[in-house]
């Protein structure tokens, strides 16, 4: 039998928070795709390719802004896998999952456009990664990496992610949650800096759709879709049936507040 919180299909939410629900997920998403590809674009000062290291944080670091902005909203989970590992614990309504979709997705667009229009066309392309010329943000396997190698390592790290999610949403974590904006930076910066030179460690399908759609590279893109939203799906199962523990019941207050002797008196 399932633990865990139970997986609710409707929810009780107005088309108003839905509203601001969507909008929540399309400015985080917005500023992660922004501030991290951003992070990816050829040093305009000098000319040159910037350290992994630096884009890792920067993504990270993005990461931790959008958490801290529209976290208390949303859960600013500002990448589709996040919330279908979500859904998948039960700890949001199946309803609104198409709605963080939609916000996510559009969030990636806008976060890429305007990164398009404050950027010099020359400094949008040329670069090298992982072996290869690529526009920033577009990613694709290193020369010397499978696509079946690719996918189990887009799989991994994304599962990761994953469970990290599962443990920082236990209940039995329901006191540690003032530094969750950087927990989740940090994940992010270590997870790309060990994967990035494998795929890129984008760990987010939206993040990927983004670039190469205003780009035209659709190098392997399916493997950064397929492998992130199945980890995601997968690392909620696991964390659900293995991790999880039945949340405490909650005490309801009695009703009569006002002794009864004293009622009576009254």
């Not at 991290?36 to 040093?43: R, S």
């Not at 802004?65 to 859960?75: D, K, L, N, P, Y």
């Not at 399908?205 to 780009?215: D, E, G, K, T």
């Not at 507040?257 to 004293?262: G, R």
Request: proline share 6%; glycine share 10%.
């Amino acid at each position: 039998m399932a633990k865990g919180n139970k997986i609710k299909l409707l929810d009780d939410m107005s088309t108003g928070d839905r509203v601001v629900l969507c909008l929540s997920e399309l400015g985080g998403t917005a500023i992660l795709v922004f501030l991290g590809c951003m992070g990816c674009v050829t040093d305009i000062t000098s000319a040159k390719a910037i350290p992994h290291e630096q884009i890792s944080l920067t993504f990270g670091l993005a990461v931790m802004i959008a958490v801290q902005v529209f976290g208390h909203v949303s859960g600013s989970h500002i990448n589709p896998i996040v919330t279908v590992t979500a859904a998948t614990l039960g700890h949001i309504a199946l309803i609104r999952v198409p709605i963080y979709f939609v916000g996510q997705l559009l969030g990636a667009l806008l976060g890429f456009s305007l990164l398009k229009i404050s950027t010099p066309a020359e400094y949008m392309g040329n670069q090298i990664l992982n072996g290869t010329v690529k526009t920033p943000g577009v990613c694709s396997p290193g020369i010397t990496v499978s696509p079946g190698q690719a996918f189990l390592v887009e799989f991994l790290a994304t599962l990761i992610l994953a469970l990290v999610c599962g443990g920082v949403w236990d209940h039995r974590n329901s006191n540690k949650h003032d530094s969750v904006p950087i927990r989740f930076g940090l994940t992010i910066a270590v997870l790309a800096m060990a994967a990035g030179p494998y795929t890129g460690a984008h760990m987010n399908p939206v993040r990927s759709f983004a670039p190469a759609l205003f780009n035209g590279d659709w190098d392997h893109h399916w493997l950064y879709w397929l492998a992130p939203l199945s980890a995601g799906f997968f690392g909620g199962l696991l964390y659900r049936f293995i991790f999880s523990t039945e949340p405490p019941k909650k005490i309801e207050e009695a009703v009569e507040s006002i002794p009864l002797n004293d009622h009576a008196k009254a």
